[in-house]
């Protein structure tokens, strides 16, 4: 069972476009939200986190906005760089479960087009 | 200071062989999780340590699957008899806290199996 899910798969941006990305999720235990940005090669690496307690948490140009009663959370890349092409997981854990895991996201691959 | 390191970076191996994949993370950080990537897939859990307890291993996929933090820090996720299926990068990530929530990923084992 995919618990949380994510959209689009690819999304191609013009430079200084906003890029969203969207996740939905089941479990309502899931407390805290990820999201992180991975290049080729490399790991994981986190880029801005959010708790259910906020709707919106801005970081730079990377704002998550967080609807409670849908189940549903998305990331807005404002002015989008040609740098910020990379793949996108969103991911969920909350302290229900050994060390908070996490349960990502099947990604979304960003293209920002010079 | 540095981060989460993995070695090898790459494998290569045989159907049926064994082979150790070895994480060391960051100085201190009493959480250690293991995830598998398939490719253009998100990470999914495999087990978590917290020290030297393994409290979680509900994700490894079968009991070819072992992993050990005995000393609780460097951790080694070993697969015994390696299937095809088995291909996949496999990542590290550690955390300062039990239960705390930012994960540090290292840059993962690319397994093929032959």
């Known amino acids: 069972q995919q618990q949380v899910k994510q959209s689009p798969q690819s999304l191609i941006v013009q430079k200084g476009g906003i890029s969203i990305i969207n996740c939905a999720y089941e479990?309502?235990?899931?407390?805290?939200f990820p999201w992180y940005q991975q290049f080729p090669g490399k790991g994981p690496a986190l880029l801005i986190a959010?708790?259910?307690?906020?709707s919106e948490k801005k970081e730079g140009r990377f704002t998550i906005s967080f609807n409670k009663s849908a189940k549903q959370f998305s990331l807005h890349i404002m002015d989008s760089q040609p740098g910020d092409s990379a793949t996108y997981f969103c991911?969920?854990?909350?302290?229900?479960?050994?060390?908070?895991?996490?349960?990502f996201g099947g990604g979304t691959r960003l293209m920002v087009k010079p | 200071g540095a981060g989460v390191s993995q070695s090898p970076r790459y494998k290569v191996a045989k159907r049926g062989q064994d082979v150790a994949l070895r994480c060391d993370p960051i100085s201190g950080h009493v959480s250690l999780f293991w995830y598998q990537q398939a490719l253009g897939q998100g990470p999914e859990f495999l087990t978590y340590f917290q020290n030297e307890a393994q409290l979680d291993k509900s994700g490894l996929p079968s009991d070819r699957f072992f992993a050990e933090r005995p000393e609780g820090s460097v951790s080694t996720l070993k697969i015994q008899r390696t299937q095809q299926e088995d291909s996949a990068v496999y990542l590290c990530?550690?955390?300062?806290?039990?239960?705390?929530?930012?994960?540090?990923f290292g840059p993962g084992t690319r397994l093929l199996v032959l």
């Open positions: 991911a969920a854990g909350g302290e229900y479960n050994a060390g908070n895991m996490l349960t």
């Open positions: 959010i708790r259910p307690d906020v």
């Open positions: 990530a550690s955390s300062l806290q039990s239960g705390g929530e930012t994960q540090y």
């Open positions: 479990n309502t235990a899931f407390d805290y």
